[in-house]
């Protein structure tokens, strides 16, 4: 079964220093994967996604997610975090060809002036 | 360009009430998935409609129900409510089912169960 962990419950960085968020999938195969943001009381907003190609992506934002087949990870990165960028991240898999998107908890980003 | 739309955006109820929560797809998408988000947790798959089938369920009891309409929006019913299903209830929808189509998400609708 497809699963999704993001090892990190929150994480605190200061304004204008770099960030980067873990996350591993278990899948028999290279699914397709996603990263969104979900700021509070709003619904979730796509960052990236990857499904082939050059394992380095770019999003929105700023942000960039590079995929790792040999660790099965697909961490998230800012090289320069923004107090506007305080909210909840979450990783999402979804097999090639399936009807389900799976969501990692979740991690929550604090950014300190 | 009308994004995803959700109603009610919050609403309370008692144990052992029903519940219909209502969403709009995205213009142009004709698949709806919907999620149960609990506090402090990522969003949990309930179903996904297409074509006013529901193609592919999550590990949800059967008090949880949807439909999908002709015009591509989407209800779903919950039946017997419990404590534990207060949560926001994510609907999303997507251009087809499968493929590398992905999710735009509405707002939410904000369930308490009393």
């Known amino acids: 079964a497809q699963s999704v962990t993001q090892p990190d419950i929150h994480i605190t960085v200061s304004e204008g220093a770099s960030l980067e968020l873990r996350c591993n999938y278990s899948y028999g195969a290279t699914p397709y994967l996603f990263w969104y943001v979900q700021s509070p009381g709003q619904g979730l907003q796509l960052l990236l996604k990857?499904?082939?190609?050059?394992?380095l992506v770019q999003g929105i934002k700023g942000f960039e997610a590079e995929f790792k087949r040999s660790q099965s990870s697909f961490n998230l990165r800012k090289p320069s975090v923004h107090w506007s960028d305080a909210a909840e991240y979450f990783c999402a898999v979804r097999a090639t060809g399936g009807f389900k998107t799976i969501f990692g908890a979740g991690t929550r980003l604090f950014v300190k002036a | 360009d009308a994004g995803v739309t959700q109603s009610p955006t919050h609403l309370i109820k008692t144990r052992g009430q029903q519940v219909t929560l209502r969403c709009s797809p995205k213009s142009g998408h004709d698949t709806v998935s919907w999620y149960q988000q609990a506090l402090g947790q990522g969003p949990q798959f309930i179903f996904q409609y297409y074509e006013e089938e529901e193609r592919q369920r999550g590990n949800f009891p059967d008090r949880f129900s949807g439909h999908q309409f002709p015009n591509y929006s989407s209800e779903l019913n919950v039946n017997a409510l419990l404590l534990g299903d207060s949560a926001l209830y994510l609907c999303?929808?997507?251009?087809?089912?499968?493929?590398?189509?992905?999710?735009?998400f509405g707002e939410g609708s904000r369930l308490t169960v009393l």
């Open positions: 999303a929808s997507s251009l087809q089912p499968v493929g590398t189509g992905e999710l735009f």
């Open positions: 990857y499904f082939s190609g050059d394992t």
